[in-house]
């Protein structure tokens, strides 16, 4: 079962503006990823943050983790419309050391 | 291309029918994985293996669907004897094996059961 939930469900934003994306989770991880999907492609990585991280920026993304609300959440400034695309949050749980639980994803549109 | 690749992109096939996709993981990866994906959801875990062992079988895959991975190098899905459900985005994911556990993933294996 789906352990991650992102929230919006989707979310269309003009060019330029910022986009944020929530992702809740249920148990103890080691670490929270964010993987970005083109339409009928496969997942790319973004960028992961540790449990014992509180904030990570690579590019124009950040992301905030809060374990004690279980809950992370994904800013991409500036957006562009190569942009468009959905996301996904996933996490490694902590009594696991091979296994993501994948949440059902953010469909982001960037109108031009 | 040193990315994971999955062979065919897309298959379509009669219900009745059985169909075997290939994935080849990066080389030095010793993880795969195996995962069925539908519209608007994200993957499901199928299946895992570390080198040649399969390590992990999704619950909620039938005794339809088989893996394997000789030699720990490509893998083989089968599905036998396909439905009409069993028509998804079947993706393949290596990773190296270290604690951040990053998976990289193929482009998929669209299939259509008619």
């Known amino acids: 079962s789906q352990q991650g939930e992102e929230d919006p469900q989707a979310l269309s934003i003009q060019e330029g503006e910022n986009a944020t994306m929530n992702c809740s989770y249920k148990t103890s991880i080691n670490n929270l990823q964010w993987y970005r999907q083109n339409s009928g492609r496969g997942l790319v990585h973004l960028i992961l943050?540790?449990?014992n991280e509180r904030e990570k920026h690579s590019g124009r993304l950040r992301v905030t983790l809060d374990t004690s609300k279980k809950s992370s959440s994904l800013l991409i400034t500036a957006s562009r419309a190569a942009d468009t695309a959905s996301y996904f949050c996933?996490?490694?749980?902590?009594?696991?050391?091979?296994?993501?639980?994948w949440g059902a994803g953010t469909k982001l549109i960037i109108k031009p | 291309d040193t990315g994971v690749s999955q062979d065919p992109r897309h298959k379509i096939t009669k219900r009745g029918q059985n169909v075997t996709f290939r994935c080849d993981p990066i080389s030095e990866h010793n993880r795969l994985y195996w995962y069925r994906q539908t519209l608007g959801q994200g993957p499901e875990f199928l299946t895992y293996f570390q080198n040649e062992a399969q390590l992990e079988k999704s619950r909620l895959l039938s005794d339809r669907f088989s893996a394997e991975r000789p030699k720990g190098s490509f893998s083989t899905l089968e599905i036998q004897r396909t439905e009409q459900g069993d028509s998804a985005m079947y993706l393949c994911?290596?990773?190296?094996?270290?604690?951040?556990?990053?998976?990289?993933f193929g482009a998929g294996t669209r299939l259509s059961v008619l």
């Open positions: 996933a996490t490694a749980r902590s009594d696991s050391n091979y296994q993501l639980i």
């Open positions: 994911a290596s990773s190296s094996g270290t604690s951040k556990n990053i998976q990289y």
């Open positions: 943050i540790r449990s």
